[in-house]
């Protein structure tokens, strides 16, 4: 019996039987897997914690047949916060799911695995812009599955001179001012926002999250990405973001009133 001990991240859970559940664990050592956890959903079970979607565990796995078993976990971050903040959840729920429909079963991506934890971690800290964070996460997310934009030159001519520039999805990144002329369906794109692009890049989530972004900028960069991933990325679920997005709506249609 193969048995292997590695942290992982629920990305999934399912019920099964009476009080079994069948989880979609992003592990370290053995990428995407299913597992069962027997017993996971009575009130007294050692895996209860270990069991909820964003939790993050170490996990001790038996193999059995094409299926893991949970035969022991220790929860180091369960993330309980993130359920009682719509916009942390729904954002949280957008790259679980980002995560789970890219990845290959038994695909190990060490990079991808700590992005994911670092900005789950960021999600219950309340002086965090969450949109921002999110819009982070997508182009490290992409750079980590190989489709990671171009954005320190022109993804045509290689040049470095990016004034007046845009940014063409088709292309997979920028384009400078005489390439563009040949290209349609340009995105408009501030220098700043490119520059923007390049730092999170160049730096882990954390540091990331430490810059102060305008408002604007992250939306130049929701609508670029929003195209990019629905272009690149397969089956891309964004249904927890219009929730959030439907949510927010009314908010401002109540304070108009």
Request: hydrophobic share 35%; aromatic share 12%; charged share 25%.
């Amino acid at each position: 019996m193969i048995i292997v001990n590695t942290q992982g991240i629920v990305l999934r859970s399912a019920r099964y039987k009476e009080n079994d559940l069948i989880l979609t664990i992003f592990t370290r050592k053995l990428g995407k897997i299913s597992a069962i956890a027997k017993g996971a959903k009575r009130n007294k079970s050692s895996l209860l914690s270990s069991s909820q979607v964003f939790s993050y565990s170490n996990f001790t796995l038996k193999k059995q047949g094409n299926m893991y078993r949970v035969s022991q976990s220790e929860t180091i971050k369960n993330f309980y916060d993130i359920a009682y903040d719509i916009e942390a959840f729904s954002y949280a729920t957008y790259i679980t799911s980002l995560v789970d429909g890219s990845i290959y079963e038994n695909q190990t991506n060490n990079r991808l695995f700590v992005l994911l934890a670092q900005t789950l971690y960021l999600y219950t800290q309340n002086k965090v812009d969450k949109e921002y964070i999110t819009r982070a996460f997508e182009l490290k997310f992409l750079d980590y599955i190989g489709f990671k934009p171009i954005v320190n030159r022109c993804v045509n001519c290689n040049t470095t001179n990016l004034k007046s520039s845009v940014f063409n999805v088709d292309k997979g990144g920028i384009l400078c001012e005489k390439c563009k002329e040949n290209h349609v369906y340009n995105f408009k794109i501030d220098s700043t926002t490119i520059k923007l692009m390049d730092y999170i890049f160049r730096n882990d989530i954390l540091t990331c999250s430490k810059a102060k972004v305008s408002k604007y900028l992250v939306n130049e960069l929701t609508k670029i990405l929003k195209v990019y991933i629905q272009v690149y990325v397969d089956n891309a679920n964004t249904k927890s973001l219009h929730l959030l997005q439907g949510i927010e709506n009314n908010k401002g249609a109540d304070i108009d009133d």
